[in-house]
């Protein structure tokens, strides 16, 4: 075998290269580009990003609303960049923290018409590197794999035949064991990637049926809810709720997915938060950092439950997004089981607002 690295392997590094401030190149349609992540990009290698060829910086129309920056990509604006742009000034376009201090940005002049394809490849690997969801976008002439070698960069190419998709990887089983819980005894199963994403884990309390629905939990990875004992939201208590109820029925299977903070990853949560604290309601606040107000894909629980032989399910959950994603995915949801638990007066606009807004059932 070759020790060439795959499409995968290319986007575990691309990943992370992208976290430690190393542009990579990515193309697209034919197109190659620098793409770099300006929430870590150091200020020599901004400079050099910008000395050359037309640089843009890609948002999210979210971001670009909360600028009052015109739309004319749709999901995404494009805005040139001056090669002088000071560190700071790229900072307050991506990152909101500073946006109520100092409100005043601009004029902006988007670009408007061509093609935004590279520029929404790079704006959804930043997100899969739970990165702040922008980019800095440099295309150059020439072919990727030649360029990325000339700099010693790595490369991808999402969209080919053979490219790895930036939106979801088959998991696979990677070890499981016994493990006794104080809600009962169980078996611990993790799933891995093998793009460099992060593991799943599938939580076997006794040994469910598969025969008959498994009373079954999607649950999203909370470090302040599930290990801190958050008040903010009621995470700790469902996930403790879910195991206690699976221990009762007599067997069940809580997948303890980890998408921390909706998808956006603890950094960008803790960012969310800050501006929870200046008044944004939590849908608000992951609009302002530019992203979706939930950008979980649920996909991976119905491949982890397809893996573990599950089709057919009694869903604890009271978002009805998970049972329409598990049946969309063919799994048979028998049963949408209410988990209404860790109620307090700290979250109780917090859930109030996922009912308004996301659909939640009270
Ligand atoms: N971005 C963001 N994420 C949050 C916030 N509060 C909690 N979370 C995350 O929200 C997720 C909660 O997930 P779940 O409890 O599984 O899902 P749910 O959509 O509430 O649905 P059910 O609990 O099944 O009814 C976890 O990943 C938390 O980290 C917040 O204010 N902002
Ligand atoms: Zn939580």
């Known amino acids: 075998m070759s020790f060439e690295p795959t499409a995968a392997e290319r986007l575990a590094r691309a990943r992370s290269d992208l976290r430690i401030g190393l542009p990579v190149v990515m193309v697209v349609g034919g197109r190659a580009a620098l793409v770099a992540a300006p929430e870590v990009i150091a200020p020599d290698r901004l400079r050099a990003f910008l000395s050359d060829g037309d640089p843009v910086l890609a948002i999210t129309h979210w971001r670009a609303e909360t600028l009052k920056i015109r739309v004319y990509d749709g999901d995404l604006a494009r805005l040139p960049l001056d090669p002088e742009t000071a560190a700071a000034d790229l900072r307050a376009l991506i990152d909101p923290s500073g946006d109520l201090a100092n409100p005043m940005k601009g004029p902006f002049f988007p670009l408007r018409g061509g093609d935004a394809e590279l520029h929404r490849a790079a704006i959804t690997l930043a997100k899969s590197a739970r990165l702040l969801p922008a980019a800095l976008v440099r295309e150059v002439e020439g072919e ?31 070890v499981s064991a016994r493990l006794p819980m104080s809600a009962g005894d169980g078996r611990l199963h ?73 998808g956006i990853g603890l950094a960008n949560k803790m960012r969310a938060y800050s501006l929870q604290d200046q008044g944004f309601d939590t849908v608000e606040a992951n609009h302002r950092l530019g992203f979706e107000d939930d950008e979980r894909d649920f996909r991976i629980g119905a491949a982890i439950l397809g893996k573990m032989g599950v089709r057919t399910v009694r869903l604890l959950t009271n978002n009805p997004r998970k049972v329409d994603m598990l049946t969309g995915c063919g799994i048979e949801v028998t049963e949408r089981v209410p988990l209404q638990v860790g109620r307090n007066p700290l979250n109780a606009a917090y859930l109030a607002t996922k009912a308004a807004k996301s659909g939640h059932l009270l």
């Open 144 to 174: 990727g794999p030649e360029i990325a070698a000339r700099h010693g960069l790595t490369w991808l190419d999402p969209a080919a035949p053979e490219g790895e998709p930036l939106d979801l990887a088959p998991v696979s089983p990677v």
């Open 190 to 262: 993790i799933f891995r990637p093998p793009d460099g994403g992060e593991d799943h884990y599938a939580i076997e309390i006794g040994k469910p049926d598969r025969g008959a629905p498994v009373l079954t939990r999607l649950h999203s990875a909370c470090f302040t809810g599930d290990v801190l004992g958050s008040l903010k939201c009621d995470c700790g208590p469902q996930l403790n709720g879910a195991l206690a109820q699976m221990a009762e029925a007599g067997g069940g299977l809580l997948l303890y997915l980890n998408q921390e903070g909706r």
